[in-house]
């Protein structure tokens, strides 16, 4: 490899780095948000245990099944923290493209409520097996794209979303004949996530976007291709 | 004094330990489970409290909050948004701006405490 090759590879190291750490920080406050629950009942169940017993209200059956909630809480909670590895783009986790899908709208659904991008999740064809796909860089790139139009959306827009067969996404874009948000146009902030962004996470996922005015797919190599 | 409140938490154990400390604090509780759920609740009948997770499963709290205010539901309801979100997230800060209270998970009992003795 020449010198300019090596700097060029590690320029590309680099953006794609600096790419994936904008999108985890974007979904950052949710992840947030989700491990605090167990521990927020964690918490509650605590304070009620505190008050029974200040009230000297102390009843050993249901100290302990409280105490078993609190063990299952607390579960979640390590659960949650050890699903943090997906965010770590070398992990070698494999997972469905479906459950991808979900879990990244999961994450961004509220930004985009927050952009007035209303989504809906076309049902898909029962009995499809999905082949897996690296976890990581799958969701990164799905994320990306949804950054991606969440950066670029001007005015109210629905997606449609659908897996046309097991390897390949298709969302369409539309305008909502009535919306109720509209006096709340938001201003567009300046776009972070552009093509070349785009291009760089589907090259390190191994997918293919492709771009119309209202029509994105989001293709990808199964093992059996 | 006794208040009468509405939980809006998708999350089971959440709504189910939320509203036993609740009752344990004296108060009059309600949950439901989704937005569609608080909608026909706050049509049924007033609450002084209406404590809403912003991340619900049919729609983002500050869409079920725009609905209730557009309705004209519950004019004197006290809404109060319970997130994991930092006050600094986008969301926590337009649900500051919405909501009469923003309470931030893991919810400490001196606030809750503190919103519900500042409720008429």
Known sequence: MTKEQQTASSNTHWQLAGIRHHVFLKVFSVLRHNLLGPISVTRMNHSIMRRNLEK??????????????????????????????????????????????????????????????????????????????????????????????EDHATKPIDLHIHFKDPARLEIVITQPLYDVNAQRAVDAPQAIVDHAALQLLADAAGVQFEFSPQIIKMGWLTQKD | MKKSILIVEDYPEA?????????????????????????????????????????????????????????????????????????????????????????EKPIDLAVLNRILSSTA
Not at chain 1, 116 to 138: C, H, K, M, Q
Not at chain 2, 84 to 89: C, V
């Open chain 1, 56 to 149: 000297d209200d102390f009843d050993k059956t249901k100290a302990l099944a409280r105490l078993n909630k609190i063990e299952l809480q607390l579960e979640e909670a390590v659960f949650g923290i050890r699903a943090l590895s997906i965010w770590d783009e070398t992990s070698d986790a494999e997972a469905s493209p479906e459950a991808i899908v979900s879990a990244g709208l999961k994450l961004m659904s509220g930004f985009l409520t927050l952009r007035n991008i209303s989504v809906e999740r076309l049902p898909e064809d029962s009995g499809v097996t999905y082949a897996l796909v690296r976890e990581s860089p799958f969701l990164y790139a799905w994320l990306g794209l949804l950054c991606h139009i």
């Open chain 2, 15 to 103: 709504g189910a330990t939320f509203k036993e400390l609740l009752e344990l604090l004296g108060h009059e509780v309600e949950w439901v489970v989704n937005g569609q759920a608080a909608m026909q609740k706050l049509h049924e009948g007033a609450f002084d409290l209406v404590f809403m997770d912003l991340n619900l499963p049919d729609m983002h709290g500050l869409v079920l909050l725009k609905q209730v205010r557009e309705k004209e539901l519950s004019p004197d309801t006290r809404f109060i948004a319970v997130s994991g979100h930092s006050a600094k997230d986008a969301a926590a800060v337009e649900a500051s701006r919405v909501f009469d209270h923003y309470l």
